[in-house]
C-alpha cells in the first residue's frame, strides 16, 4: 500500500499543475487542511477528467463508475497515490464521502450531453458538481454550524459553476454542448449556435450573458454568507477561490461578447493579489 506522505505529495503536485484558480486559496491552508483538501481536489480532478473527456460515451461512463467503485473500497487503497492520501484526509477529517457520489452524477450528465430546459434543472447540475465540492470543502473547515453552512457552500458551488459556464460558453459550444437553460435563451431570442462563430445578433447574445451574470451575482451574495461561519484560514481560502470567479465574473459582465471570443482568465499576479487580500481580510 502507498504510504499516505507519498499519495499528498502527489496531489499536491495535481493541485499545483493543474488547479489554475483554486490552489491561490487552498495555499492559505495549515499544512494539515491543505494536505486534506488537496487530496479532495485530485480525486475531483480525476473525475472531471473523465466527464471533460472526449473518448466514447460507454468507455467514459465505465470510467466513472469506475470512480465510484474506488470510493467503496477507499480503506484498501492499494497503489494508488491519490486513494491512499484521501483515505488518510477522511480518517483524519469528517469528510461526506458520498458528497463525491453527486460529482460523480454530475459528470454522468456531462458524458450523456445532458441540457437543461429551466434554471432549476442547471442549478441542481451546479450542486452536483460544485456544491458538493463545497461540502467536501466544509468537512475539512469544521464550520461552527454545519446544518447552516451546508446550504450556503451549495450556493456558493452554485455561483462557481455559473461561473465557469460563462466562462466557457465558446469552448463548450464548439464540443456541442449547451449548459445554459433553453428557456432562458428562448427568452433572449438565441440559440448559441456555433459554426466557428455564433450566429446569434451579439446583442442578444450579450443581453443573455449579462442576465445570467445577474444571476450568478445574487448567488455569490447568498454563498459569501458561509465567511463569518469558518475559521480565519479556512475563511481566507475561501474567499480566495470565490474572489477569483467573481473577478472573471466582472470581466465577463463587463464585455460578454470579447468573452465569447476569446476564454476570460486573470494574469498570475491578479490571482495571488486577490489571495493575498482574502488572507488579510481574514485576519481583520
Known sequence: MVDPSIGYRECERIVRTRARNFAYGIRLLPPPKRRALNAIYAFARRVDDIGDGTGPQDVRL????????????????????????????????????????????????????????????L?????????????????????????????????????????????DVREDAGLGRTYLPAKDLARHGCTLHFDGEFTDDPELLAGLMRAQAERAREWYATGLRLMPMLDRRSAACTGAMSGIYRRLLVRIEADP???????????????????????????R
Not at 464550520?143 to 466562462?167: F, S
Open 257 to 283: 461578447l470579447t468573452a465569447l471570443r476569446t476564454r476570460t482568465s486573470l494574469p498570475t499576479w491578479e490571482k495571488a493579489a486577490v489571495a493575498a487580500h482574502a488572507l488579510i481580510g481574514a485576519r
Open 123 to 167: 442549478a441542481h447540475y451546479c450542486r452536483c458538481v460544485a456544491g458538493s465540492v463545497g461540502r467536501l470543502c466544509l468537512g475539512v473547515f469544521g464550520p461552527a454550524d454545519q446544518a447552516r453552512a451546508e446550504p450556503l457552500a451549495d450556493a456558493l458551488g452554485v455561483a462557481l459553476q455559473l461561473t465557469n459556464i460563462l466562462r
Open 62 to 121: 465505465a470510467a466513472l463508475a469506475e470512480t465510484r467503485a474506488q470510493l467503496t473500497r477507499l480503506r484498501d487503497p492499494g497503489d494508488d497515490p491519490v486513494l491512499a492520501a484521501l483515505n488518510d484526509a477522511v480518517r483524519r477529517y469528517p469528510i461526506p464521502v458520498a458528497a463525491f457520489d453527486e460529482l460523480i452524477e454530475g459528470c454522468e450528465a456531462d458524458v450523456r450531453g445532458t441540457t437543461y430546459t429551466t434554471f432549476d434543472e
